[in-house]
């Protein structure tokens, strides 16, 4: 988990308060600090890792909106020449806003 | 004709068909078996078995049960020397040699005669893992990969180390990414079908050109610099988000050194990667088959080879399978070219 990092989610190009983001992989919540020192626990390449954040002001459960995830990703065994090789993996969807509270 | 390398090939080549959740470990070897890719079988440890390298004695029976039933013979399993796991600092060395013990124990519970390992070690980290290879009678393979080179000053350090120590554990694992010919005609073709601009991607291929008249790097700083020369391609050519993933491509997959350079290892070499990107009119158009192939013939190379599909990264539109028959037909024929029978039966 410690190899993750970076988490940055956009709504319309809104980003959501980095602070609120979390990370869930098999149940268990991570906060951005608690990942990077996670480096004896595992994110096994086909599970689902869920990415929670506060939402923006001005969106209404029922709107759509583009989502955008980027992901700061290490590969802790490849040195780049200067220093540990980190790709930034990103997407985008579009998918509605629901509330969850 | 006098019998050659142990066909096989190394499930990372599926790695696609495995992220989309349409195949598992399990219908991965047992499809590799139904369409005859091996007899060898490599598999990666953390990203193929939950748990590695802590292993339940259920699970690790399950696994052997399984590649028994299909026949198939364990030929090495991957490890990772994670040297850069934690954000605060590297590992020490004592805390990789415990990293690596770890795997290399799981290997042998799993059946796996071999473990390849990664240039993150060092020679001491090597010779201090020895008596656990020699304990557990598993062997260690160090990964020749792009960007690194046979005739790098870190290989030829550890090429002198294993020799010293002639233990019959320590060796080498080539990967043929190292000995490129050209740029992967799929990946330029990646490119186009993103909508690349066409001179880009030609001067993408001019700079590798360049690179590769030069030949391999030879320390870390040549390896940044080029590294570093790709992003800012990207930036100077409108396509910033692209940097590292061509970097990456361009300098860490496809390598510079001469596929002769293997002969100065291959006494060290019990397992090896034919690293390739795909399969054009029954040949590989990135790494020349027919020179690797007359390398590993003369001098006698009779362990096992696993064909290693790397061109899942960048293509979603040919089969793997399809691609490692392709493959594997195209080395048995450069064999035979050199009066080598490919072993693909035990």
Not at chain 2, 22 to 42: C, M, Y
Not at chain 2, 186 to 197: N, P, V
Request: with cysteine.
């Amino acid at each position: 988990m410690s190899s993750v990092e970076d988490m940055e989610i956009q709504l319309d190009g809104h980003s959501v308060e980095p602070d609120s983001i979390t990370w869930t992989v098999e149940g268990r919540t991570y906060t951005r600090a608690e990942l990077t020192g996670s480096w004896q626990q595992w994110w096994f390449p086909t599970d689902t890792a869920y990415m929670t954040g506060d939402l923006p002001a001005g969106y209404t459960p029922g709107e759509t909106a583009e989502v955008t995830i980027r992901l700061g990703v290490y590969i802790p065994y490849i040195n780049a020449g200067a220093g540990i090789l980190k790709i930034v993996e990103k997407d985008s969807k579009s998918l509605p806003v629901r509330s969850e509270n | 004709m006098i019998p050659g390398h142990l066909q096989g090939v190394t499930l990372y080549s599926f790695t696609r068909l495995f992220h989309d959740r349409k195949q598992t470990l399990e219908s991965l070897i047992r499809e590799v078996a139904e369409r005859k890719l091996g007899p060898g079988l490599e598999i990666i440890g953390f990203s193929s078995f939950r748990g590695f390298p802590n292993l339940s004695p259920d699970y690790v029976k399950e696994i052997r049960t399984l590649i028994d039933q299909t026949g198939l013979i364990p030929t090495s399993l991957a490890a990772n020397a994670d040297f850069g796991i934690r954000r605060d600092r590297n590992l020490t060395p004592q805390e990789a040699v415990d990293y690596m013990a770890a795997q290399i124990k799981a290997a042998k519970d799993l059946g796996f005669p071999l473990v390849r390992v990664q240039i993150s070690l060092t020679p001491d980290d090597m010779e201090a893992l020895l008596p656990i290879a020699e304990k557990l009678d598993v062997k260690l393979g160090l990964e020749v990969h792009a960007h690194h080179s046979p005739m790098d000053p870190k290989m030829v350090a550890h090429r002198e180390r294993y020799e010293k120590l002639d233990s019959g554990y320590l060796g080498f694992v080539p990967d043929f990414g190292a000995t490129t010919s050209a740029v992967s005609p799929s990946l330029k073709e990646k490119y186009r079908r993103l909508g690349i601009r066409e001179d880009f991607i030609e001067l993408l291929d001019a700079t590798w050109q360049r690179h590769h008249l030069a030949g391999p790097p030879m320390t870390d700083q040549d390896q940044a610099a080029r590294f570093g020369e790709f992003i800012g391609l990207a930036h100077q050519n409108g396509y910033p988000d692209l940097g590292v993933e061509l970097a990456v491509n361009l300098t860490g997959l496809h390598g510079h050194a001469n596929p002769d350079d293997w002969a100065s290892m291959l006494h060290l070499v019990w397992h090896t990667h034919a690293k390739f990107f795909g399969i054009v009119n029954g040949d590989e158009p990135a790494t020349d088959l027919a020179h690797l192939m007359k390398v590993f013939c003369e001098n006698n190379y009779t362990g096992s080879m696993s064909s290693e599909y790397e061109g899942w990264h960048w293509n979603w539109w040919d089969d793997p399978f399809e691609m490692v028959e392709g493959h594997q037909a195209a080395i048995r024929k450069h064999c035979a070219d050199n009066g080598r029978a490919v072993r693909t039966e035990i």
